[in-house]
């Protein structure tokens, strides 16, 4: 079965850190850009982080420039979201998404998009609070 499974969600305080996984199963990684995303109560769903298959150049939306890192690991088939200094507004469901081979940014959104959508995640909820 292709799927594609976030983890590493919870609850934490803010000014603290987690790490997301992505993990395929069923298909390599290696091959596909991986876009981070995340939907917050009431909001719609907007880009967080994405990752190119080609070069690992990587992309991040300007509310979270510079306290989230993207990586990819394709030994083990899995992208990590990195995340520090977290704060209240980044409580939300993130979920994992492949597709082509790069990303693609929208300055109008001032976030990145994947430019196809292959396969989602479940989600993994992240709660920021003291």
């Known amino acids: 079965q292709l799927q594609l499974v976030e983890s590493g969600g919870g609850l934490v305080q803010p000014g603290g850190s987690l790490r997301l996984s992505c993990a395929a199963s069923?298909?390599?990684?290696?091959?596909?850009?991986i876009g981070w995303f995340r939907q917050a109560p009431g909001k719609e769903r907007e880009g967080v982080s994405c990752?190119?298959?080609?070069?690992?150049?990587?992309y991040y939306a300007d509310s979270v420039k510079g306290r989230f890192t993207i990586s990819r690991d394709n030994a083990k088939n899995t992208v990590y979201l990195q995340m520090n200094s977290l704060k209240l507004e980044d409580t939300a469901v993130y979920y994992c998404a492949s597709g082509a081979e790069v990303c693609d940014y929208s300055d109008q959104l001032q976030y990145p998009l994947l430019r196809e959508y292959d396969y989602w995640g479940q989600g993994t909820q992240v709660t920021v609070s003291s």
């Open positions: 990752i190119d298959s080609s070069d690992g150049s990587t």
């Open positions: 069923g298909f390599s990684l290696e091959h596909y850009a």
